[in-house]
């Protein structure tokens, strides 16, 4: 993480990555709070998204509390309309969730 011209923090991410066991092959979108990645298990080789906290939400700790809760909720649930999550990663400065990987449609292009 870094300081940008306008002194917010920036989390430099790229294509390439590697966070703990994941390489980062294709950022899926962006939102006001975490970006999404698709990312590859060095050891398995499957596909996960790792949602991964933006970081001004990385400073602010209420931010980053809700958005570990949230996960860990989300977790605990099991349906086949909900993306499971798998687990969490803490690699300062970086904060993650990791969830399963479905390829498809995404639901905005569905909307269309």
């Not at 906290?53 to 909900?82: C, W, Y």
Request: charged share 20%; proline share 4%; hydrophobic share 40%.
């Amino acid at each position: 993480m870094t300081q940008s011209p306008g002194g917010d923090s920036v989390l430099y991410l790229e294509p390439g990555l590697t966070i703990r066991a994941f390489t980062l092959e294709k950022c899926l979108g962006t939102g006001g709070i975490s970006t999404t990645w698709k990312a590859s298990h060095a050891e398995t080789g499957l596909h996960y998204v790792l949602k991964i906290l933006n970081a001004p939400m990385i400073e602010d700790e209420a931010t980053k509390k809700g958005f570990v809760e949230a996960g860990l909720l989300q977790a605990r649930i099991s349906h086949p309309n909900v993306i499971g999550v798998k687990g969490r990663i803490e690699a300062h400065p970086i904060h993650a969730l990791v969830m399963e990987y479905v390829d498809g449609t995404t639901l905005d292009r569905l909307g269309r």
